[in-house]
């Protein structure tokens, strides 16, 4: 059983909004950091967006999604949300999330660090 699992994937045109999830099984994922991260056909997986856990509520992107793609959690249910809108052809991609109890999603730290659990991955198709 996955520790971590992704949804919300799916084929869209350009120009419109996925909203992926993030769920937790035997984890309470509001005291875990959770990336996430994509993979493109033949492209090396790139990290997307991260979330502090606790009580630090720091976020991070990468530059070519800042001001589209948004991060947040719902602790209740114990899900993170990665909100995308105007999505591009180049968001195509398999979408991954990760947790990690440490501290990955941290300034100067948040581009390379680590994470412990992954989830299996959501595909997601921008058509132009």
């Known amino acids: 059983q996955l520790v971590v699992e992704e949804s919300g994937g799916g084929s869209v045109q350009s120009g419109g909004s996925l909203r992926l999830s993030c769920a937790a099984a035997e984890i309470m994922l509001e005291h875990y950091a959770v990336g996430w991260f994509r993979q493109a056909p033949g492209k090396e997986r790139e990290r997307i967006s991260c979330i502090s856990g606790g009580d630090d509520h720091s976020t991070y992107y990468r530059e070519s999604v800042k001001g589209r793609f948004t991060i947040s959690r719902d602790n209740a249910k114990h899900t993170v949300y990665l909100q995308m809108n105007s999505l591009k052809p180049e968001d195509t991609a398999v979408y991954y999330c990760?947790?990690?109890?440490?501290?990955?999603?941290?300034?100067?730290?948040?581009?390379?660090?680590?994470?412990?659990?992954w989830g299996q991955g959501t595909q997601v198709t921008v058509s132009s």
């Open positions: 990760a947790a990690d109890l440490g501290y990955p999603c941290q300034d100067g730290v948040w581009e390379f660090a680590e994470y412990r659990y």
